[in-house]
């Protein structure tokens, strides 16, 4: 902000000169590299703005390039029991299609005792946080249900992995320690599930079985012994056109902004501020590179044919932009497919072992390409802001001492006027006398 004068522009009474507007013009002349100063850092904030939606942009082309190489998006598999009386299942990515005949013999089920002979709930829970009790505390989980008035029961529920045997020894040992009038009694005798996948036997301490079938989950509900029922995995299509326009329209958005940030111009008003910016148009050149670089599978290996962006079905245009190309996609078909479940790398570098996406991780972290432009960008408009900051304070103290200067001569100049004026007026005063005498 330019320094100013604070006084008004007309001349004070007993004033010959108007120091405000003297002192006014002089300031507009000190204040030119305020002025420029202020141009740019102006510069700076819309520069700094611009890089930072490049780097929003990058990280959006990162995820979409992600998302495209994770062969797990493009594996979804199914699973079903013909009877959920029995089981229900879930399976994730790994699980391999296949049908199993699956017959329950006995279901988990969770040691319980109750402990009687409290009359009040706060007796119960201080009896199972005794100090004695921290072996029953360990394997056991409580809680205190009410039965009538002055008649409490501690319900114990033994923890995962906690054998009966083990169990019951830490309820008979607690219930002897502090309480004579304290009784357990047996709810429910702890057992494990049982059961055959394909006749073959399993035996597990909980219903929930994640260990028998890779990538499936069984959870067991009831038993149908002798009748087994039939658990199915099947592999279901995973539509690939959603990704690829994912990456299309992230790379488009963050070309968009490359190009408007970066139009060349004799005009300053519809230049770019970007433009002939090394960092941003070296960040350009590595994507497009990256690319038109041959395809390679999940280990960097390069595919020995339809190695282009041809094979993805999609198609650099003239114009810089990118497009999913519906003839390409179309022979690709389950080529591509097949290549997306086993894994793919898009711009694949045999030199540092890195895809397009980690080269992007690159450009955006601290010391990365763009993470770098940005911090300098920063640390120009910290700089140019102090160095405002400073000649504002410096133009303070001139404005006070041209205000006390001109204020000084105009004193003097007042003084040497009111002298004049009183000189005048003797000598027309001595002139006159004389022609009367």
Known sequence: MAVTSSSGSTTNKGSVLDVSSIVSGLME??????????ARISTSTVKITALGQIKSSLSALKAALVDLQTPANFSKQSVSVDSSAVAT?????????????????SLAKTSIRNVTGFTSSKLALDWYSDSGNTDLKN????????????HYILSLMSKDNV?????TN?????????YASTNADIVQEGQNATFTLNDVAFTRSTNSVSDVIPGVTLHLT?????????????????????????????YNDLYSIYKQQTASSTDSATRGVLNSDFSVSTMMRQLTTGLIEPLSDGYGVTFSEFTDLAALGLKLNDAGTLSVDETLLSTAGTTLQLRLKEGIRIGYN???????????????????????????????????????????????????????QYAALDSLLFKLQSTSDSLKSALDGLTNSQKTG
Do not use: W
Not at 89 to 105: D, F, K, P, R
């Open 163 to 167: 054998s009966d045997t083990e169990f």
């Open 222 to 250: 009831g038993t149908n012994e002798s009748l087994p029922t039939t658990l199915s995995v099947t592999a279901d299509t995973v539509p690939v056109r959603p990704k690829l326009d994912a990456l299309v329209k992230a």
């Open 29 to 38: 002349a000190e204040n030119v590299p305020v002025t420029k100063l202020d």
């Open 139 to 150: 394997k056991a989980t409580a809680t205190v249900l009410k039965v009538s008035e002055g």
């Open 170 to 178: 830490s309820v008979t040992e607690a219930v002897d320690f502090p």
């Open 350 to 404: 045999h030199s540092t072992f890195s895809d397009l996406s980690n080269q992007i991780s690159e450009m955006l972290i601290s010391g990365g390409l763009i993470q770098n432009r940005i911090d300098s960008e920063q640390t120009t408009k910290k700089d140019l802001d102090k160095r405002k900051t400073d000649l504002q304070a410096k133009l303070v103290q001139v404005q006070a001492r041209y205000t006390a």
């Open 89 to 105: 299942a879930q399976a994730n990515s790994s699980a391999v299609a296949g049908s199993y005949q699956l017959e329950v013999t």
